[in-house]
């Protein structure tokens, strides 16, 4: 894992690859608002993934760090 995906472990996100299983599960099972749910995935993806793979600032990893072991 890189520098990257340990922070974003450690801020508890999800990898994306497990967010897009779920969206497509959805659209293949066929319910009646799989369609806008594939939509609003791919719309929120395309606005956000480039600011979802920024770093971490370290000053907020320190934060957290600290608050944890509180």
Known sequence: M???ADKRVLAGEEP?????RRGEERARKGTP????DLWLQRSLH???DDIAREPIPDELLRLIEQDRKK
């Open 16 to 20: 994306e690859e497990a967010s897009d």
């Open 2 to 4: 890189d520098d990257q």
């Open 46 to 48: 395309a606005m956000y």
């Open 33 to 36: 608002d799989a369609a806008f």
